[in-house]
């Protein structure tokens, strides 16, 4: 497995939820004039996405994240986007948080299946990345620490190799393998099957560097080219006009990452007969891992050292639906799986006074205990953990 999978999972997961996060806000907003104390207002949406912005692209954060690491088992990558995503005024009760991260997480899964080459699951980065930026034009101070983040991005991969990116692809399919959610947006575009597979496409462009399939070239032991042999393909293969941008800025060319939510339709998931089955996969985070404490001890040093806000007044969190009505929520939560079931943690957090940078009620102090010898492991370990913030 690659050491230098771990940013580019948690950047794209994090793109990804902003996307929904953004269009469910836009989609329940209410005019401010009009909105009453419990209703979502613009202003409300703008503040939950640069609290959420600004946790994630903590300094930080950023530098324990690009340390050279295994990624995280599920559960605990889970838990982190659990934090993550109530990071201000925003509450999601457990069914929404699980359809939040479904969708997150079969959006991406998506993506790296579809990157003509291995080095573009960077470009997708970069897209998620530059839309992040659109999200928070009018806040310089958070603007400032995802471009932190982008040069980051831009000093450790550009010099990989192309092996080196092929094993981070391979990474982050060994750890979508067991993952069949159906989702409304790919079943509608007829690029997901009705057990939850994506149909990937035979047609398209090639990937940047190589030629268009359909013509043999046979060489004699000088080098030299002796004949020439073309077949027909079934797929329309064409040759991609230029490279996308590495840099800072720049035409990613490539279009995967882009935010698919921008117009507005109902995104729902629903349960393949094949991915019921994913509650025996789930069982690897119940075997017992000598590795425990020290991933418990690494998550809570990524999720401790910055500064804990006290809510002030008596403010109260916003809560957030993601299904389109308080009904199907609830059938939601009746009906999911237990073994794919994770506790909420209700936090609210608040303005400092001219800056958010280090707002951080998410990220509070967590004590690390031993696991005990029948311990289920790193992801449960943590989940108890955090019942007792």
Request: aromatic residues 8%; contains cysteine.
């Amino acid at each position: 497995m690659s050491m230098r999978t771990l940013p580019l999972l948690f950047l794209n997961l994090g793109g990804e939820m902003l996307y929904i996060l953004d269009q469910r806000l836009r989609a329940q907003s209410i005019p401010g004039e009009k909105a009453r104390k419990d209703e979502w207002t613009d202003v409300d949406r703008k503040r939950v996405m640069n609290d959420i912005i600004t946790t994630m692209f903590n300094k930080k954060f950023m530098e324990e994240l690009f340390k050279p690491q295994e990624l995280y088992s599920k559960k605990a990558l889970r838990t982190v986007y659990d934090r993550l995503a109530h990071a201000s005024i925003m509450r999601l009760n457990q069914a929404s948080m699980d359809k939040l991260y479904d969708l997150m997480t079969m959006a991406f899964k998506y993506q790296v299946l579809l990157c003509p080459r291995p080095k573009d699951i960077l470009l997708v980065t970069f897209n998620h990345l530059d839309a992040i930026k659109d999200f928070i034009q009018d806040a310089p101070g958070i603007l400032n620490q995802v471009d932190e983040t982008f040069r980051q991005l831009i000093e450790t991969y550009t010099s990989l190799s192309a092996g080196e990116f092929q094993l981070i692809r391979q990474t982050l399919l060994i750890f979508f393998q067991d993952m069949h959610i159906r989702v409304s947006i790919f079943l509608k575009d007829k690029v997901q099957n009705s057990n939850g597979r994506f149909v990937l496409p035979i047609s398209g462009p090639v990937p940047w560097g190589t030629e268009v399939p359909g013509l043999i070239r046979m060489f004699n032991h000088n080098g030299d080219e002796v004949k020439r042999t073309e077949f027909t393909t079934d797929g329309n293969y064409v040759t991609p006009q230029r490279e996308g941008s590495f840099d800072l800025y720049g035409d990613r060319v490539l279009k995967l990452g882009t935010n698919m939510y921008s117009v507005s339709r109902p995104v729902e998931t629903h349960m393949s007969g094949s991915y019921k089955n994913l509650a025996s996969h789930t069982k690897e985070n119940i075997v017992p891992n000598p590795l425990a404490k020290e991933e418990l001890n690494f998550l809570a040093r990524l999720l401790g050292e910055l500064e804990t806000k006290t809510p002030g007044g008596s403010e109260t969190g916003f809560r957030l639906n993601l299904f389109m009505t308080d009904e199907e929520e609830e059938h939601a939560a009746l009906t999911r799986p237990e073994e794919l079931s994770y506790k909420v943690v209700t936090i609210e957090a608040t303005q400092e006074p001219g800056r958010r940078e280090e707002l951080s009620r998410i990220l509070g102090e967590m004590e690390v205990a031993d696991p005990r010898p029948d311990s289920s492991g790193k992801g449960e370990d943590l989940l108890a953990l955090m019942d007792g913030l």
